[in-house]
């Protein structure tokens, strides 16, 4: 009996060295080929076909390698708009610390889409940082600046942007109030309840009653229900009226004592 647990004992272990020694194996392995990668990338970065470059730097958001994320950095200057759009995109997807200050100084951009890749990589990146930076562009003189702004304070949730993303569903353009609606539901803050049923009341688009719909169904406070409801009474907008009756049916499922 001693023998076979021996016996037994031995099995497992050898067992266990040998899938130690496999993972090991695979570790090095996939090492190697992510440096091969590397390699292979950075030179179709020099490419003289922007379409390859662009190409190269959409590979490179995919590794998770701090040099790809230098690599992704460098190509911010590219003489090419879709190459910079892309480089900043993935650098706002990698998430690195070491990209904002980058994706800041994008900000001062004299093109304007580098200005809105900026902003829309600094809103998936987030922190505290990229929220300071955020700020300012929502005084920004076009209605695209301000509803990229707009929408990547939301998605980075900066709590402290409260407050003007309610002053932007004043905002003479449409989207940009829209854009405010749906962010003022990505902070998570009920007290945007109030700004956004009286936005209602405003000669409110399609899109701005969708975002409304949208934010009060996640914000979850009971006291959206009569407001949506009677909405949908006169809504005509088959697609609006399929955003309230989500969000009163996720208004209504919340217990009472839960508010």
Do not use: W, Y
Request: hydrophobic share 45%; charged share 25%.
């Amino acid at each position: 009996m001693l023998l076979g647990r021996l016996t037994t004992n031995a099995l497992s272990t050898a067992i266990v060295v040998l899938h130690c020694s496999l993972l090991a194996s695979s570790v090095i392995a996939q090492e190697k080929a992510d440096k091969a990668d590397l390699a292979k990338l950075t030179a179709q970065l020099r490419d003289k076909d922007a379409a390859v470059r662009r190409s190269a730097v959409e590979a490179l958001g995919q590794l998770d390698d701090q040099a790809g994320v230098d690599l992704l950095i460098s190509a911010l200057a590219d003489d090419n708009q879709d190459v910079r759009s892309a480089a900043a995109i993935a650098l706002g997807q990698a998430g690195s610390a070491k990209s904002v200050e980058p994706l800041i100084r994008m900000l001062q951009s004299q093109r304007l889409r580098d200005r809105r890749s900026a902003m829309i990589a600094l809103g998936t990146a987030g922190g505290d940082k990229a929220c300071e930076a955020l700020i300012p562009s929502l005084q920004a003189p076009t209605a695209e600046e301000r509803d990229s702004a707009v929408a990547a304070l939301g998605g980075a949730r900066c709590a402290r942007a409260f407050d003007l993303l309610v002053k932007a569903l004043t905002d003479e353009h449409h989207f940009v109030r829209a854009s405010a609606a749906m962010s003022l539901g990505d902070l998570g803050d009920k007290r945007a309840v109030e700004p956004l049923l009286a936005a209602l009341n405003n000669n409110p688009t399609d899109s701005v009653k969708t975002g409304v719909a949208v934010s009060l169904g996640s914000l979850g406070d009971r006291r959206a229900i009569e407001p949506l409801d009677k909405l949908l009474k006169t809504e005509k907008n088959e697609n609006v009226r399929q955003q309230i009756e989500q969000a009163l049916g996720r208004l209504r499922a919340i217990p009472l004592d839960k508010q």
